[in-house]
């Protein structure tokens, strides 16, 4: 999976598109334990997140990759066909 898009939400969570145009939300939280992401606990750290694509990665050091995101992110829709896509519908 390559992340198209990244956006911030609150309390830990991340909402995600995919290359493949699949929309999901991963929940952080359960990494804010581990002395990596431990400055992520502070929101306005949290938000400092920047897509490289094949992987996320905060200004404090921490990162995921993409692959740890796929396998546990929630999928909220799935991979819309580009004709679909293109067409202009909503």
């Not at 990665?57 to 799935?78: F, H, M, N, Q, Y």
Request: glycine residues 6%.
């Amino acid at each position: 999976m390559r992340i198209a898009e990244l956006h911030p939400q609150p309390y830990w969570v991340l909402s995600i598109v995919a290359d493949d145009g699949r929309v999901g939300c991963f929940d952080v939280t359960s990494y804010l334990d581990y002395e990596a992401f431990e400055k992520l606990r502070d929101p306005d750290e949290f938000l400092k997140v920047v897509n490289g694509g094949y992987f996320i990665e905060w200004e404090c050091g921490a990162d995921l990759s993409a692959d740890t995101i796929e396998a546990r992110w929630e999928v909220a829709r799935e991979a819309v066909p580009q004709i679909e896509r293109n067409s202009g519908k909503c």
